[in-house]
């Protein structure tokens, strides 16, 4: 299981600094996580202002896409940490 975040990013990056692993990623238009680098720690879910960041279990049926998305966009898109 994985954190995904859905729409509506502000791409203020309050979710990177929380996470113990590198498992955002970044485009012009949004942040998203590598399911296969979140440890499922919730930590980021509580720090995002907008409240788009959900654990995979708890997507609403109308955000389940959103859970591809983060999947494919992370395969292409570089990583951020909190240092940049
Ligand atoms: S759930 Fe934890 S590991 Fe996964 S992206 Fe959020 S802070 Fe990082
Ligand atoms: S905290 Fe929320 S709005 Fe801010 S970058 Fe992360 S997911 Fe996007």
């Known amino acids: 299981m994985a954190s995904v975040i859905t729409k509506g990013c502000t791409k203020c990056k309050k979710c990177v600094e929380p996470c113990p692993v590198d498992a955002f990623h970044e485009d012009a238009d949004t942040l998203v996580i590598n399911p296969e680098t979140c440890i499922d720690c919730g930590a980021c879910i509580p720090a995002c202002p907008v409240g788009i960041i959900y654990a995979e279990e708890d997507l609403p049926?109308?955000?389940?896409?959103?859970?591809?998305?983060?999947?494919?966009?992370?395969?292409?898109?570089?990583i951020i940490s909190e240092n940049n």
């Open 61 to 78: 049926d109308n955000l389940k896409n959103f859970k591809d998305i983060n999947l494919e966009k992370s395969k292409t898109l570089p």
